[in-house]
């Protein structure tokens, strides 16, 4: 098999590139813009393999087609997008572009290769890897967790711009009969993901003894899912998925953003003691004492929750990680990473 991947350099992507390395013997092509939240830093065994092919381009590009046509994929995951909330709101244009646009070039071109490769077609597949943010907030919804039948309702600048992408790979797939599938993911976390994102913000924050900040009051309510069990879960839909089905990933795990933060915070605690960081020039008994309230976002969603229930039946697919086995493996990352840059120094 030879599988295609758009931003796999990201956060996402290059977690589920490994994956695929290690767990299968499939060739890889990965396509990367190399924005300022992905790296090119793949170990050398994965960079020297002939089942790796990279190239910088931007899935905007017409040169989209040629790739396609050499390489000849039996499989397309889609994973490359502008995918920070608040970026989206200060500035939207760069997630219309890349979400929106980017998307329906990729489809222009998939149309082109599989008119031209007739044989392909019936065993390939367009996965569109999206957000649980396309439905909006279950607090307006009144319903307490979101399945593959709930109706869209993005908030934010980004999770329209999803959504959009959505509705145009469904749309491909009944006009065109582009064979896809969209998967929606609840918020992934875990090492190397950048640091705009509020895990690794509350890590690195409390690691440098700086404040931890928390939007609002901070109840609102997301469901956590640790990155390899979402790159596993990937791995699932596009060996075993059914075209133009939709499959939703999560971990049943819901938790406040405020005792997100806490459960960091006494994770923290334990393995790194305060009286051990010596960035931590305050008199203070726990990391937790560093959070502080601070202006909510705009149009910001209370919860997301997902029922993952359609891929735990009819893929087999199931988390590995619980939330403090993930939390802490991610917490360690950190720490390590933290330790080498200050010897550096």
């Not at 003894?209 to 309510?221: A, H, M, S, V």
């Not at 976002?297 to 087999?316: F, S």
């Amino acid at each position: 098999m030879k599988i295609l991947i758009t931003g796999g350099c990201g956060f996402i992507g290059s977690t589920l590139i490994e994956r695929i390395f290690y767990n299968t013997s499939y060739k890889i092509f990965n396509i990367d813009k190399l924005t300022y939240a992905s790296k090119n830093s793949f170990c050398k065994e994965i960079k020297a393999s002939n089942r790796y092919s990279f190239k910088k381009l931007d899935i905007c590009s017409p040169k989209i087609i040629n790739i396609l046509n050499e390489f000849k994929p039996n499989v397309l995951v889609h994973m490359a997008a502008e995918s920070h909330v608040d970026n989206s709101i200060n500035s939207p244009s760069a997630f219309i572009k890349t979400n929106i646009l980017g998307t329906y070039n990729l489809l222009v071109h998939t149309k082109k290769y599989l008119e031209n490769n007739n044989k392909i077609r019936n065993k390939f597949k367009f996965i569109n890897f999206s957000t649980d943010e396309v439905f909006g907030d279950l607090d307006d919804l009144k319903i307490k967790l979101f399945s593959e039948n709930t109706k869209y309702n993005p908030s934010s600048p980004y999770s329209a711009s999803k959504a959009s992408a959505d509705h145009l790979v469904k749309a491909w797939y009944r006009t065109y009969k582009v064979p896809s599938i969209i998967i929606n993911s609840s918020n992934n976390y875990g090492p190397r993901q950048h640091d705009e994102k509020l895990i690794p913000l509350a890590i690195k924050n409390a690691l440098h003894g700086k404040k931890i900040p928390i939007y609002g009051n901070g109840k609102q309510k997301r469901d956590w899912l640790f990155v390899n069990d979402c790159a596993d879960a990937i791995i699932k839909v596009f060996e075993k998925g059914i075209i133009d089905q939709s499959y939703n990933i999560g971990a049943r795990t819901v938790f406040k953003n405020i005792d997100l933060i806490r459960k960091i915070c006494q994770i923290l605690d334990k393995v790194y003691p305060i009286k051990l960081n010596g960035k931590i020039k305050n008199k203070i008994n726990s990391y937790f004492d560093l959070t502080y309230f601070v202006k909510d976002r705009p149009g910001h969603d209370k919860c997301y929750a997902i029922n993952p229930r359609k891929i735990e039946c009819d893929l087999k697919w199931k988390p590995k990680y619980s939330i403090n086995d993930g939390l802490k493996e991610t917490v360690l990352w950190y720490i390590d990473n933290h330790k080498k840059m200050n010897a550096n120094d």
